[in-house]
Nanobody, 121 residues
Framework: QVQLVESGGGLVQAGDSLRLSCAAD????????MGWFRHAPGKERELVAA???????FYADSVKGRFTISRDNAKNTAYLQMNSLKPEDTAVYYC???????????????WGQGTQVTVSS
């Protein structure tokens, strides 16, 4: 069965950096696109960044220039480097798997359990 495990969240101050990791198991990792979503209280879950199997990327406007998504297929792991963090980045961050680079929640087939990121001002 497919398993995705996020790590790297925490409590940081505005302007700090964090790197989230998503370790995948039970699938041919290199064949799938990976997405990072976030869910803040009172808001809908939103796509933050995605990376295709070939390395093509997508970023939400709110994180462009601050966040970088990457993947290491040899390690079955995807990453989200988050720089210049802002209080509005506070959310639970989830990684997910899709067939091809997709932008809708419903296009993602498997999800991790999430990791909390809290940015204080």
């Amino acid at each position: 069965q497919v398993q995705l495990v996020e790590s790297g969240g925490g409590l940081v101050q505005a302007g700090d950096s964090l790197r989230l990791s998503c370790a995948a198991d039970g699938l041919t990792f290199g064949s799938y696109a990976m997405g990072w979503f976030r869910h803040a209280p009172g808001k809908e879950r939103e796509l933050v960044a995605a990376i295709s199997s070939g390395g093509g990327t997508f970023y939400a406007d709110s994180v462009k220039g601050r966040f970088t998504i990457s993947r290491d297929n040899a390690k079955n792991t995807a990453y989200l480097q988050m720089n210049s963090l802002k209080p509005e980045d506070t959310a639970v961050y989830y990684c997910a798997v899709s067939y091809g680079l997709r932008y809708r929640l419903s296009d993602y087939n498997y999800w991790g359990q999430g990791t909390q990121v809290t940015v204080s001002s």
